[in-house]
């Protein structure tokens, strides 16, 4: 095959075989069937199947000049796979629908297949089947589903006043990256990589499945922890003194004038995860704690001033 050829050239069919041929086998204990027939069969050991859809739209939420197609694979992937995790559930399969131009080089969608198959592997599941249709522009949306495994689910409505508040992962990474790319820069290189691929703590999400609340951490850790706080009509109070400035976020910020904090506070798509837990004493190891709930109203405080600031939405003004 020509790495030259594009999409209108093979057509839709074949370039589905070419995906699936780049795909993970489906364990067939969890997936009797896969990609082939007109939808995958899932196994649900439990009596309830978790479900999720993040789409990601070019020029949105990704750049061709500044994300490889592994890259957006990944992201897309990762994405849709913390929001099961932040479920308390376990993930089973993918399904992805791709919009595509027609003029798109069949290599860079096998390279999308990829890495969307690499980071499904991190949490040993695949990608199970999905749509291909023509468009103008390259639209990825991303299907997760998980059990629970007769476990109750973890919502944001949980938690209460009198809990201790605590984050898995980085924070304000992304941020960092993104705007390093905006100003023409592809470094420093573990910034600028942590916006191209998320690394979500997914190891981490599952040591937390005694928290009364959780939440993916994808818009903003203000903005996210205020669904958590309106869900559970509580007062979220972060102490700004216990997020630590990682030396790379605190060096980059000097050098270009920005605000490391700020980018902690606010900045999306690292995919952290943020929880409520009882107390201290239930907090497992690798989460760091940075805050209490409370019964004032319903809102996140940051140094008791309650915060305005909202992170990531699509159609804020």
């Not at 093979?10 to 067939?28: H, M, N, W």
């Not at 309106?230 to 997020?243: M, Y």
Request: proline share 4%.
């Amino acid at each position: 095959m020509s790495t030259e050829q594009t999409i209108a050239e093979i057509g839709e069919f074949a370039l589905i075989d070419l995906i699936a041929q780049r795909l993970r086998p489906a364990d067939s204990a969890t997936v009797p069937v896969s990609i082939g027939d007109d939808s995958a069969v899932v196994s649900a050991r439990g009596d309830q199947v978790v479900a999720c859809l993040d789409m990601m739209t070019q020029g949105v939420h990704f750049r061709l000049d500044w994300s490889s197609a592994n890259d957006i694979g990944r992201k897309a992937a990762a994405a849709n796979l913390a929001d099961i995790f932040a479920m308390g559930a376990t993930p089973t399969a993918l399904l992805v629908g791709l919009s595509l131009p027609e003029s798109t080089p069949v290599e860079w969608v096998l390279e999308l297949a990829d890495g969307l198959s690499a980071e499904a592997e991190l949490v040993n599941v695949s990608v199970v089947g999905g749509d291909i249709v023509r468009s103008e522009t390259i639209t990825i949306s991303v299907t997760a589903l998980g059990e629970l495994q007769g476990r109750t689910p973890i919502l944001r409505g949980g938690a209460q006043s009198g809990d201790v508040v605590a984050v898995a992962g980085r924070l304000g990474w992304a941020q960092a990256g993104l705007l390093m790319l905006q100003r023409g820069f592809r470094s420093p290189r573990n910034l600028v990589s942590a916006h191209r691929v998320p690394t979500p703590p997914y190891e981490l999400a599952q040591t937390g499945r005694n928290a009364h609340a959780m939440i993916d951490v994808s818009d903003g850790l203000v903005s996210d922890l205020g669904h958590l706080a309106r869900a559970s009509n509580v007062g979220i109070h972060i102490d700004s003194n216990s997020l630590t400035v990682p030396d790379e976020l605190a060096a980059t910020a000097s050098a270009f004038a920005g605000d490391a904090m700020q980018w902690i506070l606010t900045g999306g798509d690292d995919h952290a995860f943020a929880a409520t837990f009882s107390d201290a004493l239930s907090v497992p190891t690798g989460w760091q704690i940075i805050g209490h709930v409370t019964s004032d109203l319903a809102g996140v405080y940051v140094d008791d001033e309650l915060q305005l600031t909202r992170g990531w939405d699509h159609f804020a003004k």
